[in-house]
């Protein structure tokens, strides 16, 4: 016989005196069940090994495993199960083993519960195990870890960077995330968006797929990966803070075995290693910018633009009749912080009257860069006849390359009023170009002839029916004209009209939200919940959404008396919804829909405490 088939009789011999003897181990056994950890005692983030072992008599009688209650521990795989024979002395043992590998997100002293098994119709009860975690890095090598990850923190990191550490205030400063691994990632999930306090944010349009390249840090290579890209522009001078970006990344692991058996080389090689998945946590870097001031000396017409903008105004028309509108449009392009730019106000002859005006901003976020345009529509409406002059306005900015502020003037407007409708009177108001329009058709000819008359037959009229139609028409007339002049005054007073209106609205907005979270959009239904939000505190603290931030509403609105609980609802309501932007599957239902309650309640609280102020 060859050399190399010993091994192969060897095993077959001890297949066959296993099956002989057995049967007759097992029957002088008890069955046991323990659990035990390696290693004792971890540091917070540190794998370790948690086995259930059952030792007994009849294996094929198990039945029904209950994992414990690991707490605060995270499961990173298992069950492994895996099953011993061996001989001593001459006598064989057996047992099955249930491996687990966890590990703990945040120092402390934690316990895992006990487990149980079915074992011939009795159940068996493992002891509770309890494990102090300490604060630090991963134990150092040499210590059980999981199979195919080693040091994962070492491995698997989010790294925020900055294009610069210092700059101007409303200057733009770019901050990217990245993803660096040298494990495979599955998948990722943005768990909490990141704050930035002190700055405006743009958002830069991510790919679903995000592009992999390789760098080189501390010697070792990794796969890197743009998880997200944000354009910053600092709204005060300081030292300001970028929060940490917090990520949940799937990672593959392949499971190995740990004993010396042939068999377990044989099934180490990849082609046969199983692959599972598990969720990892990790933070970005906090930064830290410092912003400079602008230099104090600022033109009046300065409202904070930062970049290089070009400004011109233009009007539709310049010979008009009286009572006819007039489109005036004012217009801003260039780079910079163009979503805060502030368009400045006419200033115009008393005799005109003009409306809030139609704002419209287009961001283009090629290239890195942040540019666009911001247009502002007046509608002017000159009640009487002569000769009117629209003044120059000025714009201006400061000038990042030539570090000094610029001012920009439109040109003069002369226009010529023609005689036309006569609104001197103040009887009536003109609220946009299409009522302009019909006011040329509110003129009927007379019919000059009566046409054919026909004698009907005479009924019997009541004197009731009589006083009832020589008085119910005076009624409703006055009525009607009460209820236009109530009209005229809230439309002539803009923001007093949203400023009542803004429950209503914002009711209006949620009641759609509803719609949307019921049909499944969740999507929407988030943006949705945040313009009810924004525009309900826009309207109620009559502030412009360009300069709207949740800590001036929650300032102004602590100010005028609401509550600490209901502006913290509030706060929190408008962060779940913008992180849902990032992560709109982080949520379950039951948290949308009390995301929806808890929004109606802030709303709801902020409404009372207005009112109370009011009455009081």
């Excluded at 509030?570 to 992180?579: T, W, Y």
Aim: glycine share 8%; charged share 25%.
């Amino acid at each position: 016989m060859k050399e190399h088939e010993y091994p192969m009789l060897r095993t077959a011999t001890i297949v066959l005196i296993a099956t002989i003897l057995f049967p007759a181990w097992i029957r002088a056994q008890d069955g046991s069940f323990t659990a035990a950890v390696d290693p004792s005692s971890v540091a917070a983030g540190q794998q370790f090994k948690y086995t259930l072992t059952f030792t007994g008599s009849d294996m094929n009688s198990l039945r029904n495993l209950k994992a414990p209650d690991f707490g605060q521990f995270v499961v990173i795989s298992g069950p492994n199960q895996s099953t011993n024979m061996q001989w001593i002395n001459g006598t064989m043992s057996a047992s099955v083993a249930y491996a687990y590998v966890l590990y703990a997100r945040q120092p402390g002293k934690y316990r895992i519960g006990a487990a149980s098994i079915e074992y011939k119709g009795k159940t068996l009860t493992s002891s509770p195990v309890s494990i102090p975690v300490t604060a630090g890095n991963p134990a150092p090598k040499g210590q059980p870890s999981q199979p195919g990850i080693e040091n994962i923190g070492d491995n698997l990191f989010i790294r925020a960077a900055v294009d610069r550490q210092r700059v101007r205030q409303g200057e733009q400063l770019t901050v990217t995330f990245k993803l660096y691994t040298r494990l495979s990632v599955s998948g990722y999930d943005l768990t909490k968006a990141p704050t930035f306090e002190g700055f405006w944010s743009e958002d830069f349009d991510m790919p679903k797929q995000p592009e992999q390249s390789n760098e080189t840090v501390n010697g070792k290579q990794y796969r890197v990966a743009v998880i997200k890209r944000s354009a910053l522009f600092a709204t005060q001078a300081g030292t300001l803070t970028i929060a940490p970006l917090e990520v949940r990344c799937a990672v593959q692991i392949q499971q190995k075995r740990r004993g010396n058996d042939l068999f377990d080389s044989f099934f180490n090689d990849p082609f046969f290693q199983q692959v599972q998945t598990a969720n990892f946590d990790f933070k970005s870097n906090p930064l830290k910018i410092t912003v400079d001031p602008l230099p104090a000396s600022a033109p009046a017409s300065f409202s904070g633009a930062v970049g290089a903008f070009q400004f011109s105004a233009s009007v539709d028309k310049k010979e008009v009749k009286a009572g006819d509108p007039i489109t005036l449009r004012l217009t801003v392009t260039g780079t910079g912080n163009i979503s805060l730019v502030t368009l400045p106000k006419p200033n115009l002859p008393s005799d005109i009257e003009t409306y809030d005006p139609k704002i419209n901003a287009e961001v283009n976020r090629d290239g890195g860069v942040i540019k666009g345009k911001k247009t502002a529509e007046y509608l002017l409406i000159p009640r009487n006849a002569g000769q009117r002059s629209i003044e120059p306005m000025a714009f201006a900015y400061f000038d990042l390359s030539r570090r000094e502020y610029v001012v920009l003037h439109s040109p003069r407007f002369d226009l010529t009023i023609a005689p036309g409708k006569d609104f001197s009177d103040g009887g009536s108001s003109i609220a946009s170009k299409e009522d302009v329009r019909l006011l040329g058709e509110d003129i009927r000819f007379l019919k000059l002839t009566p046409g054919t008359l026909e004698r009907t037959e005479e009924s019997g009229t009541t004197s009731t029916m009589v006083w009832l139609a020589l008085v119910v028409p005076p009624v409703l007339f006055a009525g009607a004209w009460g209820y236009r002049r109530r009209l005229e005054r809230q439309l002539g007073d803009m923001p007093r009209l949203l400023f009542e209106t803004a429950g209503r609205e914002a009711s209006k907005r949620l009641k759609k939200a509803k719609g949307l979270l019921e049909q499944g959009d969740t999507e929407q239904y988030h943006a949705e919940l945040l313009r009810a939000l924004t525009q309900y505190l826009q309207h109620k603290l009559r502030m412009p959404k360009a300069s709207l931030s949740t800590e001036d509403a929650v300032t102004r609105l602590r100010a005028g008396g609401v509550g600490e609980e209901v502006l913290q609802s509030l706060r929190s309501c408008i962060e779940r919804a913008e992180f849902a932007r990032y992560a709109p599957a982080a949520d379950t239902t039951a948290a949308r829909k009390d995301l929806l309650d808890a929004a109606a309640g802030a709303i709801s609280g902020i409404d009372q405490s207005f009112n109370r102020r009011k009455a009081s």
